[in-house]
C-alpha cells in the first residue's frame, strides 16, 4: 500500500496544545510542508512569539528562537544581518505584531529585512484570555470590551497587510486564511512564494492569516469558521497587496 | 603599535573591532554617539555589519538574534537607552548568550542630564530588568582601560555565555587620551553549536537547537535559576578584579571610589600624603562580582578609622561597601550627581570631616 499523506519532516512528530478549531495547527502544517519542499530545513531559524503560539518551537524540528512579545521582528533583523544564509520567519499573532510589536514590525518591514513574518490574525489575545486587541473588529466582545468594541473611544481595528503594503520597501504583502480547504491551497503557494523570495534576498515579506478562536470567541470550531467568514473577511479582505518590483 | 590620541567613545568602538566582534547594533544617545559615528565608516572597512536600529528596544533584541545564532555582538548607548534594552537584557541573560553592552553613563533620573555620572551602578549590578540575574560588569578609569576591558569582555561573555556591562561614564567616552591596542588575537569560542541557532546544517550532530527563556515547570524554572546562580557565584570566585593605592602605608581612611572618581581620589590621597595623612583606596574594576573580601580585609587593618565610598551618584556603591565592611569600621558617603566631578580639595575636606584623629 502506497502512503499518499504523511508528516512533513520540518513537523516534530507531537500533538499540540492548541483548541479545536483553532488554525495554528493548520498553518503550522503549510510551513512545515513549504521548507521541506525548498529543502531548508538544516538552514532555516524560526522565531516564536508570546502568545498561544509561545511553543511553536515544540512542533517543529529545526532552529527556534523565543521572542519577548513583539519583539521577533528585531530578533530576525539581528539573525538575518549576521547570518544572511540563514532561512528566517516570524511567527506572530495580532497582539504580539499589532500592538505591542508595532514599532519592530513597521521598521522591519521598511528596512526591508530580508526575513519572512507569518502574521496569525484571530482579532483577540488568545493565551491570556480573549482580551481586546488592536484586530477586534467593532462591536466585537472580547473580556476587555464587554460591551463590544466601541471604536468611539478605541478608533478602528488595524489592517496589518494594507498598513505595511504602504510603505514602498517590503517585497511581498498578502493576506490568506485556512477556513477551507480551497483557501489551504491558495495559502501554502503564498507562504512559499514569500519565502522564495527570501531566498532569492528580496525584501521583506509578511504573510497574514484571518484565523479563529473558538475558545475565546465562545462558540464552537464550525461556528467560529463561520463568524470569520462573514465577519473578518469583508474587513480583512483576501489578496495580493503587494508585490516585487 | 605606538600609542594614538583618540576620543574614549571611538577607541571603544575600535577596540571591539580589535576584539574580533564584528556585528554592532545601536541607537544614537548623547554623550555615547559617536561610537556609532565612527563605526558606521568603520564597520563597512572590516566586512562587518553596522545597523542603526529604530529603538533601544528593537537594538537589545537585535543583539538577542545575532548572539543567539552564536555571533560575536555588541552596542554602546546611555543611561536612558540601557533602561529600554534591560528588557531584552533580562531575556539575553536567562537565554545565557554572550553580549557586550557598554553604557556611558549619564545623570539621571529621567532625562536628567548629558554630563558623567555613576548612577546606574544599581542598575548594572543589582538588575535593570526583570528576574534574578545579574551582568558582569566592568568599569574603566582610563581611555586606555576602557580599551582593555572592552577587548576582554568578549572573552568573559562568552566563558559564561551571560551578558557583559562596561559601566563608564560620560567622562571616558568624551575624554581624548594616548591609547594603544594590543594585536593579541582573542580567540573565538568553540562550542557554540551546542546551543546556538547558527542551522543545523553547520553542525555535526543533527538536533535542533532553542534559544529560549520560558520554563512554565516550576521545577524546571527552579532548575535554571540555580544553574544562573551557580554561574554567577563562580563570577564571585574567579573575576574579581580591583585595584589598590597606597595600601600599603599606615592610612587613616580607606576610599572606595571607580572610574573618573577614582583619579580624583588618587590626586586627593597624594595631597594629603604630601600632608602626613595617609589614606588608601581600594578601585573596584569590577562592580559585579565586587571585592568584598579586599575592601573587608583593608577595612580591618588597625589604624583604619573610615571607610569612605566616593561616587558620581547619591549613594549606590557605598551598599556594597557596608556589606563588605560589615559593621567593622564606619562607612561613609560622598558623592555628586549633577554632572560636576568633586575637585580634589573637596574630596580631602570631606576625608578629613569623616576622620577624628588628625
Avoid at chain 1, 209 to 229: M, R
Avoid at chain 2, 175 to 195: A, G
Wanted: hydrophobic fraction near 40%; aromatic fraction near 8%; glycine fraction near 10%.
Amino acid at each position: 500500500m502506497a502512503k499518499t499523506y504523511r508528516k512533513p519532516e520540518a513537523l516534530a512528530d507531537q500533538p499540540t496544545h492548541y483548541c479545536p478549531g483553532c488554525t495554528h495547527g493548520v498553518i503550522h502544517r503549510l510551513l512545515a510542508e513549504v521548507i521541506d519542499e525548498l529543502g531548508i530545513r538544516g538552514r532555516t531559524v524560526g522565531i516564536a512569539p508570546v502568545g498561544c503560539a509561545v511553543l511553536a518551537y515544540n512542533y517543529f524540528t529545526f532552529d527556534f528562537q523565543e521572542a519577548a512579545h513583539g519583539r521577533a521582528p528585531a530578533m530576525a533583523t539581528g539573525i538575518k544581518r549576521v547570518r544572511p544564509d540563514l532561512m528566517v520567519f516570524t511567527y506572530q499573532g495580532d497582539g504580539d505584531l499589532a500592538s505591542i510589536g508595532m514599532a519592530e514590525i513597521i521598521h522591519a518591514a521598511n528596512r526591508g529585512e530580508k526575513f519572512t513574518t507569518i502574521f496569525v490574525n484571530n482579532t483577540v489575545y488568545g493565551m491570556t484570555g480573549g482580551q481586546m486587541a488592536p484586530t477586534t473588529l467593532p462591536g466585537q466582545r472580547t473580556t476587555t470590551s464587554p460591551g463590544g468594541r466601541n471604536v468611539q473611544d478605541v478608533g478602528m481595528p488595524v489592517k496589518i497587510a494594507e498598513l505595511l503594503s504602504a510603505l514602498q520597501t517590503p517585497a511581498y504583502i498578502t493576506r490568506q486564511t485556512v477556513l477551507k480547504p480551497k483557501y489551504i491551497v491558495r495559502a501554502k503557494k503564498a507562504i512559499k512564494k514569500a519565502f522564495q523570495y527570501q531566498m532569492d534576498g528580496r525584501c521583506f515579506s509578511l504573510v497574514e492569516f484571518v484565523s479563529t478562536c473558538p475558545t475565546n470567541w465562545g462558540k464552537t470550531p464550525v461556528e467560529a469558521i463561520q463568524w470569520a467568514e462573514e465577519n473578518m473577511l469583508p474587513y480583512y479582505p483576501l489578496g495580493e497587496f503587494k508585490l516585487p518590483d | 603599535m605606538g600609542k594614538i590620541l583618540m576620543k574614549g567613545n571611538e577607541a571603544i568602538g575600535e577596540a571591539a573591532i580589535r576584539a574580533g566582534c564584528l556585528n554592532y547594533f545601536a541607537y544614537p544617545i548623547t554623550p555615547q554617539s559617536e561610537v556609532a559615528e565612527y563605526l558606521s565608516r568603520r564597520m563597512p572597512e572590516v566586512g562587518g555589519v553596522f545597523l542603526q536600529g529604530e529603538s533601544e528596544v528593537a537594538v537589545g533584541y537585535m543583539l538577542f538574534g545575532a548572539a543567539g545564532c552564536g555571533e560575536r555582538v555588541f552596542t554602546t548607548s546611555s543611561s536612558p537607552g540601557i533602561s529600554l534594552m534591560s528588557e531584552a537584557i533580562s531575556y539575553i541573560s536567562a537565554a545565557e548568550l554572550p553580549v557586550v553592552f557598554v553604557n556611558i553613563v549619564r545623570g539621571g533620573p529621567g532625562l536628567g542630564g548629558i554630563l558623567p555620572s555613576q548612577a546606574d551602578y544599581f542598575q548594572a549590578t543589582k538588575g535593570g530588568g526583570h528576574g534574578d540575574y545579574h551582568l558582569l560588569v566592568m568599569a574603566p578609569a582610563s581611555v586606555q582601560e576602557a580599551v582593555e576591558m572592552v577587548m576582554a569582555a568578549f572573552p568573559l561573555a562568552e566563558k559564561y555565555r551571560n551578558p557583559v556591562m562596561i559601566l563608564g561614564d560620560g567622562l571616558i567616552g568624551q575624554m581624548m587620551e594616548p591609547v594603544e591596542f594590543s594585536d593579541r588575537l582573542i580567540s573565538k569560542p568553540t562550542n557554540k553549536d551546542d546551543w546556538a541557532t547558527n542551522g543545523m546544517d553547520t553542525r555535526k550532530r543533527n538536533a535542533r537547537n532553542l534559544v529560549k527563556s520560558l520554563f512554565l515547570d516550576a521545577v524546571q524554572l527552579e532548575e535554571h535559576n540555580l544553574a544562573l546562580k551557580a554561574k554567577y557565584d563562580r563570577m564571585k570566585q574567579e573575576e574579581v578584579r580591583y585595584e589598590t593605592y597606597n595600601i600599603d602605608s599606615d592610612f587613616q581612611a580607606l576610599i572606595v571610589s571607580y572610574g573618573t572618581m577614582s583619579r580624583v581620589c588618587k590626586t586627593a590621597i597624594d595631597n594629603m600624603k604630601a600632608e602626613g595623612f595617609e589614606t588608601a583606596m581600594i578601585r573596584p574594576q569590577t562592580l559585579f562580582p565586587f571585592p568584598v573580601q579586599p575592601i573587608r580585609q583593608a577595612a580591618s587593618k588597625d589604624g583604619c578609622e573610615a571607610v569612605i565610598s566616593f561616587e558620581l551618584s547619591m549613594g549606590q556603591m557605598v551598599e556594597d561597601v557596608e556589606r563588605s565592611v560589615q559593621g567593622k569600621r564606619p562607612v561613609y558617603w560622598h558623592g555628586k550627581a549633577g554632572g560636576e566631578i568633586p575637585t580634589p580639595e573637596e574630596v580631602v575636606d570631606a576625608v578629613k570631616s569623616f576622620v577624628k584623629t588628625k
